[in-house]
C-alpha cells in the first residue's frame, strides 16, 4: 500500500510558482497513476492533474492547463505539481493520491490512499 505526504504549499502573491510535492511510502508507486485534487472552502475536491505510472501520458484539468505541470520520479517515489502563473482562484489545498486505473481518471473516487493536504494560498 502506498501512503502519500504533501509538502511545498504557503502564500504566494498572483503570477508567482509553488511547487508541490508528494512522497509516497510503499514498494509499489511505480504501478499507481498519481494524481493532483483541491479543495477550496465550503467546495467540492475538485481534479487537477494526473500522470500515469511510468510518467509517459498526463492529463489536466482545464482550468490550470498551460499553467500547472504534474511529473513524478520513480526512484524518489515523489510526484511533483509544479504551479506557475498563480491566481487567487488557485487558493485550497491540495491533496495527491493514487489509483489503480490506467486510464487517468478525473473523479475522486477512483482514488484511495489520499494524503493529509497542503495548503496553497494565493493573494492577489
Known amino acids: 500500500q502506498v501512503q502519500p505526504v504533501e509538502s511545498g504549499g504557503g502564500l504566494v502573491q498572483a503570477g508567482g510558482s509553488l511547487r508541490l510535492s508528494c512522497a509516497a511510502s510503499?514498494?509499489?508507486?511505480?504501478?499507481?497513476?498519481m494524481g493532483w485534487f483541491r479543495q477550496a472552502p465550503g467546495e467540492e475536491r475538485d481534479f487537477v492533474a494526473a500522470?500515469?505510472?511510468?510518467?509517459?501520458?498526463?492529463y489536466y484539468a482545464n482550468s490550470v492547463k498551460g499553467r500547472f505541470t504534474i511529473s513524478r520520479d520513480n526512484v524518489k517515489n515523489t510526484v511533483y505539481l509544479q504551479m506557475n502563473s498563480l491566481k487567487p482562484e488557485d487558493t485550497a489545498v491540495y491533496y495527491c493520491?493514487?489509483?489503480?486505473?490506467?486510464?487517468?481518471?478525473?473523479?475522486?473516487?477512483?482514488?484511495?490512499?489520499w494524503g493529509q493536504g497542503t495548503q496553497v494560498t494565493v493573494s492577489s
Open positions: 510503499g514498494r509499489t508507486f511505480n504501478r499507481y497513476t
Open positions: 500522470i500515469s505510472p511510468s510518467g509517459s501520458s498526463t
Open positions: 493520491a493514487t489509483s489503480a486505473n490506467l486510464a487517468l481518471p478525473t473523479g475522486r473516487y477512483a482514488y484511495d490512499n
